[in-house]
């Protein structure tokens, strides 16, 4: 059985973490997007989801897309499962919002994308 250094460990466990946050992230979206889904499918799922995460070590996070989306999914699971029972009208007002706010996560990530000078410059 091979050795892995602390190094090697602790980047396995940042890329596994960081894989788990974009797993929240697109299942909510998907949820969000439907039509048919309702706050008691959206609730079973989330906590599904927030327990995956929760068994990983938390790690320091370095880009600001993984810090946002940490932040975004620990308030989101405070404000909609923790805190109160959402009615389902209170849930669809609740998709549409959230829905724009994981937009902006994904627009925060993709600005990261084609930062490079040469993507910057003007061919013509």
Do not use: G, W
Not at 48 to 59: A, R, S
Request: aromatic share 12%; proline share 1%; glycine share 0%.
């Amino acid at each position: 059985m091979k050795n892995y250094t602390p190094k090697q460990i602790e980047k396995y466990k940042r890329q596994k973490y960081i894989s788990a946050l974009s797993k929240c992230t697109k299942n909510l979206f998907k949820i969000f997007r439907s039509e048919t889904s309702n706050y008691k499918n959206y609730r079973n799922r989330f906590i599904d989801l927030k327990e995956e995460l929760d068994k990983l070590d938390k790690i320091r996070l370095d880009s600001e897309h993984s810090r946002k989306v940490d932040e975004y999914l620990e308030q989101l699971y405070k404000r909609t499962i923790e805190e109160k029972n959402l009615t389902e009208q209170q849930f669809q007002e609740l998709k549409s919002v959230e829905l724009s706010n994981l937009n902006r996560l994904q627009k925060l990530k993709n600005q990261k994308k084609y930062s490079k000078e040469k993507y910057n410059k003007n061919i013509f």
